[in-house]
């Protein structure tokens, strides 16, 4: 049986790139996920929801391009 890359709690990297730019911030998962899966992250600093994609185990792909 497959297992999820992360669970509900698990705290993650958000990073968001714009061109040049990286933005990063600590989040922490909505519910458990697999690579590749769309994710709602909760934003650990500011307490805000972000949506992405969960690239790695840690590590989800949100806003940008």
């Given at each position: 049986?497959?297992?999820p890359?992360?669970?509900?709690g698990?705290?993650?990297?958000?990073?968001?790139?714009?061109?040049?730019?990286?933005?990063?911030?600590?989040?922490?998962?909505?519910?458990?996920?697999?690579?590749?899966?769309?994710v709602?992250?909760?934003?650990?600093?500011?307490?805000?929801?972000?949506q992405?994609?969960?690239?790695?185990?840690?590590?989800?792909?949100?806003?940008?391009?």
């Open positions: 049986k497959r297992r890359a992360v669970s509900t698990d705290r993650v990297s958000i990073v968001a790139e714009y061109g040049p730019l990286t933005v990063k911030a600590e989040g922490r998962m909505l519910a458990q996920a697999y690579i590749g899966d769309r709602r992250v909760s934003n650990v600093a500011t307490d805000t929801v972000v992405g994609i969960l690239i790695a185990p840690g590590l989800v792909r949100a806003g940008g391009r």
